[in-house]
Each structure stands twice: as C-alpha cells, then as structure tokens.
T-cell receptor, first 114, second 115 residues
C-alpha cells in the first residue's frame, strides 16, 4: 500500500542551527502539506504546496520556514535558525485533490531543539 | 476562523464498553469532517469521514454523523477493544476562496482500553 514516508524519525539540533525535514509523498498525489504538533497541543497547519508553489500558509510559517520540492519525489521543510519553541512533531501529508479527498500522513519527525 | 473542539482525555474504558468522543466545530463554509487516529508510534490515519450534513461515516465499527444543526461530529463505537487504544483527532476541511483547502484539527483525545 502506498504511504507517505518521513525522515528522520527523530532529530535533535542545537538552537540556531538549520534543519531540513524530508518527506516522500505518495507518487500520484498533487497537494502536499506540513503540519506540526507541539507536545500536548493541537495538530497545526503550517503550509500547503501545489504546482511547485505555496498555496496557503499559516501565521506560524514565517520567514524562518521554507518548503521545496527539489525533484519529482521529495518534499522538504527547512527551518533556517531553530528556536526552542520549534520543538514539535512535524507531519507531512499529501492528497490527490482538494475538498473532501483524504489526506495521507507520514509517521512524523520529532524535532527537539536544545 | 475555523476551529474544532474535542473532549479532553484520556478516556479510560474496559473492553466491550461503549465509546463516545465528542467533537464540535466552527466553520465559515460547508466543511468536510474527519476522524483521524494515531496509534502509538505511528502517523495519522484516516478513520472515517463525512462530506455533507446528515452523512454518516463508518469504519472498523466506529461511526460519526455530520450534524449541521448542532455543528457536531461525535465518534461512537458500540464495543471497544484493547487494540482501539490510540489518540483520536477530529478535523475539518474547508475551502479557501482560492479553492485550496486544508485541515483544522482538534487537540486529540487519548483512548485507553483495558482488558
């Protein structure tokens, strides 16, 4: 069964360092997303990506964040200068279309900023 | 803006008990509603969905009915199993004027089922 895969499963980084979280969406999907979940809090939308550009982003997704689809398979989230409050579980998701179509999620990357 | 409110957890039940997890929502348009489940160590999986008022989503013995009049989408199961222990997330998908849509999640409710 096709699935969304994320690497690494856990990343520890020092404050101020850059991190890149990687995702391989399902191959025929067109819409890609990043969400995050700070421990004990809601799953929050960060950004959506379609046709090689950002389609929507939340207030959380400031200039420290960027996304890229460098080739036909990977979808990455970069945090330029990590802060302690960036520590969270980051989920990648993809789906075929808009509206009620199902989003498939990866297992998540737990980012710990120390 | 859109929001989803779920009952606080953890919900602790014995095997074969009846489960209800409450979910209410606020949305500006006509959202689709979802329940996602996260088993320990795994990602979010879609459990069921409903795309319009009065629709009932069902899967693996779980059910939820889209109630527009009460803006609710409560999750129910008649007889839970130990293997149902997980975190359950209620979510809605609404369409932006741009045509794109995204998911708004509740905080999640942990369910613990004991033998």
């Amino acid at each position: 069964e096709p699935e969304v895969t994320q690497t690494p499963s856990h990343q520890v980084t020092q404050m101020g360092q850059e991190v890149i979280l990687r995702c391989v969406p399902i191959s025929n999907h067109l819409y890609f997303y990043w969400y995050r979940q700070i421990l004990g809090q809601k799953v929050e939308f960060l950004v959506s990506f379609y046709n090689n550009e950002i389609s929507e982003k939340s207030e959380i997704f400031d200039d420290q964040f960027s996304v890229e689809r460098p080739d036909g398979s990977n979808f990455t989230l970069k945090i330029r200068s990590t802060k302690l409050e960036d520590s969270a579980m980051y989920f990648c998701a993809s789906r075929t279309g808009t509206g009620g179509s199902e989003a498939f999620f990866g297992q998540g990357t737990r980012l710990t900023v120390v | 803006g859109n929001s989803v409110t779920q009952m606080e957890g953890p919900v602790t039940l014995s095997e074969e008990a009846f489960l209800t997890i409450n979910c209410t929502y606020t949305a500006t348009g006509y959202p689709s509603l979802f329940w996602y489940v996260q088993y320990p160590g795994e990602g979010l999986q879609l459990l069921l969905k409903a795309t319009k008022a009065d629709d009932k989503g069902s899967n693996k013995g779980f059910e939820a009915t889209y109630r527009k009049e009460t803006t609710s989408f409560h999750l129910e199961k008649g007889s839970v199993q130990v293997s149902d222990s997980a975190v359950y997330f209620c979510a809605l998908s609404d369409r932006f004027p741009s045509g794109y849509s995204t998911l708004t999640f509740g905080k999640g409710t942990m369910l613990l089922v004991s033998p």
